[in-house]
């Protein structure tokens, strides 16, 4: 079993920006491929951005290229999702996932074994 735990998330102004972090527990970190979904209200879940097992690999949704960075830190078992120039659309609950396999931009949610309960990110106009 493999624990997750985001933090981070909060009410930002348009154009602000947030670092949010994903704190894993239980069993090697560095054995999961990471990733970050959303989910705004009415929406289905989506993927957003996911880095590999060693982060030499990252992925991201079109909507977030250029303005969010995934990283992760295997020695802190502590993955993270900066956001930056940020907009109401960004809006939703944001997910951090783990899984053994490759988590990619075609992955869908139902497939990931292992789930955090999420941050909520609230961007005002």
């Known amino acids: 079993q493999v624990q997750l735990v985001e933090s981070g998330g909060g009410l930002v102004q348009a154009g602000a920006s947030l670092t949010l972090s994903c704190a894993a527990s239980?069993?090697?970190?560095?054995?999961?491929?990471m990733g970050w979904f959303r989910q705004a209200p009415g929406k289905e879940r989506e993927f957003v951005a996911s880095i590999s097992w060693a982060g030499t690999m990252t992925y991201y949704a079109d909507s977030v290229k250029g303005r969010f960075d995934v990283s992760r830190d295997n020695v802190a078992n502590t993955g993270y999702l900066r956001l930056t120039s940020l907009k109401p659309e960004d809006t939703a609950v944001y997910y951090c996932?783990?899984?053994?396999?490759?988590?990619?931009?075609?992955?869908?949610?139902?497939?990931?074994?292992?789930w955090g309960l999420g941050t909520q990110v609230t961007v005002a106009s």
């Open positions: 996932a783990a899984d053994g396999s490759r988590i990619t931009t075609e992955t869908t949610a139902w497939s990931i074994r292992y």
């Open positions: 239980g069993r090697t970190f560095s054995n999961y491929f």
